[in-house]
């Protein structure tokens, strides 16, 4: 299987979820719902990515392009410019050789 059709079917999949959650933003929800909500892509996206930086062999360079990462997603408040400079900073590590 092709990457391209694994990052179309990943879409294909996530994206009318998430297009359904979002315009159900009319809804009002009690406030307990709403701090709850808060927290799921946080805690989502650290189970995702924790196993694969730590449990990797080369757990050095992800953890310099994690933290590269989640400084610039800290400082823009943008989720590309922290995908982006994590990958060059782990690219940069790797050409490097550290």
């Not at 996530?14 to 009319?26: D, E, H, I, M, N």
């Amino acid at each position: 299987m092709s990457v391209l059709l694994v990052i179309f079917l990943m879409w294909a999949v996530t994206y009318p979820v998430r297009w359904l959650g979002l315009s159900l933003g009319r809804l009002h929800l009690p406030p307990f719902w709403l701090s709850f909500l808060q927290f799921v892509p946080v805690s989502v996206f650290a189970a995702l990515v924790l196993p694969e930086v730590l449990g990797s062999p080369e757990w050095p360079r992800r953890l310099v392009a994690c933290v590269v990462g989640g400084l610039l997603m800290w400082r823009t408040g943008s989720l590309a410019p922290g995908i982006l400079g994590g990958f060059a900073a782990y690219w940069a590590v790797r050409v490097l050789g550290l």
